[in-house]
């Protein structure tokens, strides 16, 4: 990084630089620079005026990935390493296991953050942190945890390959994918193409074990990109794996260590720098079309190579016998349980005691913006889902939660363009669908640009009864409330009603005009996109131009046993620091 060189020859590496880096880079002694695009009419004479090396390349990924394999060669080269993809929870499960390894005692390093800056692994962020971490630790590293995004691109351009590449940089001991699912969108343009980028992890692993979602049917075909030295181990929670005799007796198992492979041999050979093989990829092929039956049990899983969630005993199966009950999680959402079965299972297969990983999952806290929850009364979460298969997901958890009403927020996703935000609002509408018995969804759509307040009356598909136990302070009382009052009133009264409550959905969008750069600013198509879906659906709707007036607006009229749900990517990202000035401004 430019920023960060400092005197005695560093190597820089960036997508492009001009004539000001360059005269930068000179003034601190860099070695060379390396880029993609030398922009400027002068960029390429003024280094050679300065002496400085320039070196151009076609694929600027290419250089990060022998910065990166140069790093973990050279700095922590005897570190197990685990690398993980894939569309949806691979922060989530990188932290997890990045959590748990580190409480064991282990001297344990990870890319994922937050707000994702460092999985893309398209600058030489990551070797810089490799490289910082191990002189301040005398070159002490047990585990390396990396995360891959498993679709890149730059200005709009897929650069083909990126997990493969990368994995073939960190050789990993343990690969794990999570899931395949449409986003991206732009970059690719199928499920196939997701697959084909996805798939490097399996293509680009050469020893260890690789940790396959075995109820995602692309996942799960991974398994056949593996060379044969690499094994594979399954996380499921459908309970399809072939020959599982669950014995759902808890007691006295969760102390056992049932690994009996105690190699611990740290002197991990890492590929030589010439080998990485960043220009000689070799990729074998599945047919997608041709799939493996995942439903059926003809797959022969070794019960030894395979975590369950049972969703009778609902406790997590390892060698037929429950090791941690859905009540010792942090979270029990269906897809934070699939998160912790990849994370489990990677850490088993990296020999770590069951007693250790179990106590790493039940202290686990989340990453910010990674389901966790920001406020009490009401009760606010926060989730970055921003692609369909996300946003379902996290919808489907929290209407699961004891609550009155759910009020959703979704940030549009800016820059991104048409199709994107067209799957995402309809995921939104596939979610209220799958929760359409539990809401009443009959309300006004309303469009607050601060200069204007309009109303328009929709006739919403979704009128249903839903259990709770909850009430609310300071509620905006919209026009149906009413009828939805005199229904809940007709209910009390029927014994047969069995004190259900008739309960309301919203939808708020926000286009977060006011916290939002360039590259993330919502265009009008864009939103028009995400509206005529809604619309097109009877799908009511209330939209804001600024997050902080939809934060603002959403909070102060919900009652204490409402549930908020933020969900979006940039455009939700600053949130819970909008949310902290309102709480300030009320008190």
């Not at 919209?478 to 959905?505: A, G």
């Amino acid at each position: 990084m430019l920023k960060d060189s400092s005197e005695g020859g560093d190597i820089v590496i960036r997508h492009w630089i001009d004539e000001k880096g360059i005269k930068i880079a000179s003034s601190k002694n860099v070695a060379c620079i390396i880029t993609e695009d030398p922009r400027g009419g002068n960029s390429i004479d003024i280094a050679t005026d300065l002496k400085i090396p320039l070196i151009v390349v076609k694929k600027i990924e290419e250089a990060n990935a022998i910065a990166l394999n140069w790093s973990i060669k050279n700095f922590v080269p005897n570190s197990k390493r685990i690398i993980i993809s894939g569309t949806n929870g691979k922060s989530t499960t990188s932290h997890m296991i990045y959590h748990i390894l580190k409480s064991t005692g282990a001297n344990t390093l990870t890319n994922t953050d937050s707000k994702s800056e460092f999985n893309t692994l398209i600058d030489p962020m990551v070797p810089k942190i490799i490289s910082e971490y191990a002189l301040s630790n005398d070159g002490q590293l047990d585990y390396l945890v990396i995360e891959a995004s498993e679709v890149q691109g730059w200005l709009g351009k897929l650069m083909h390959n990126h997990a493969l590449l990368m994995t073939k940089a960190v050789n990993p001991d343990v690969g794990v994918v999570t899931n395949v699912a449409i986003d991206h969108i732009g970059l690719v343009n199928s499920i196939k193409e997701v697959f084909e980028e996805t798939s490097g992890i399996a293509k680009g692993m050469s020893k260890g074990t690789l940790v396959l979602n075995h109820d995602d049917e692309y996942v799960f075909n991974m398994a056949d990109f593996a060379e044969s030295n690499v094994e594979t181990f399954y996380f499921s929670m459908n309970s399809v794996i072939k020959d599982i005799n669950i014995n759902t007796n808890i007691n006295n198992n969760t102390n056992t260590n049932t690994n009996t492979n105690t190699n611990t041999n740290n002197n991990t050979k890492v590929n030589d720098i010439n080998n990485i093989g960043i220009n000689n990829i070799n990729i074998k092929n599945v047919d997608i079309n041709n799939t493996k039956n995942i439903s059926s049990n003809e797959n022969g899983i070794e019960i030894n190579k395979s975590l369950i969630y049972d969703t009778e005993s609902k406790s997590i199966i390892y060698k037929s016998k429950p090791i941690l009950t859905i009540e010792e999680l942090p979270f029990n959402s269906n897809h934070f349980i699939q998160n912790t079965l990849a994370a489990i299972s990677a850490c088993l297969s990296l020999n770590i005691k069951i007693k250790d990983i179990l106590n790493g999952v039940k202290s686990y806290k989340s990453l910010k913006r990674r389901f966790r929850k920001i406020n009490c009364n009401p009760i606010i979460i926060d989730d970055f889902a921003h692609n369909p298969e996300g946003i379902k997901a996290t919808i489907n958890a929290v209407a699961n939660f004891p609550h009155q009403n759910l009020k959703i927020i979704c940030a549009i996703r800016g820059s991104r363009g048409k199709e994107i935000n067209e799957i995402n609002a309809k995921a939104i509408v596939e979610a209220l669908k799958d929760i359409n018995s539990n809401y009443n969804t009959n309300y006004n759509h309303k469009n607050n640009n601060n200069h204007k307040n309009s109303k328009h009356k929709n006739n919403n598909k979704y009128n249903n009864n839903y259990n709770n136990e909850h009430g609310k302070n300071n509620s905006e009382t919209l026009p149906k409330i009413k009828n939805n009052e005199k229904l809940k009133d007709k209910k009390l009264k029927d014994k047969k009603s069995k004190d259900k409550n008739i309960n309301k959905v919203e939808i708020i969008l926000s286009s977060s005009s006011d916290v939002v750069d360039e590259s993330n600013f919502v265009e009008d198509f864009e939103e028009e996109t995400f509206f005529n879906v809604l619309n097109k659906e009877n799908i009511s709707y209330t939209h804001y131009k600024m997050l902080k007036d939809a934060l603002y607006n959403v909070y102060n009229s919900s009652k204490v046993d409402d549930l908020i749900l933020l969900i979006g990517a940039q455009g939700m990202d600053p949130a819970e620091e909008l949310l902290n000035e309102i709480f300030n401004e009320d008190n």
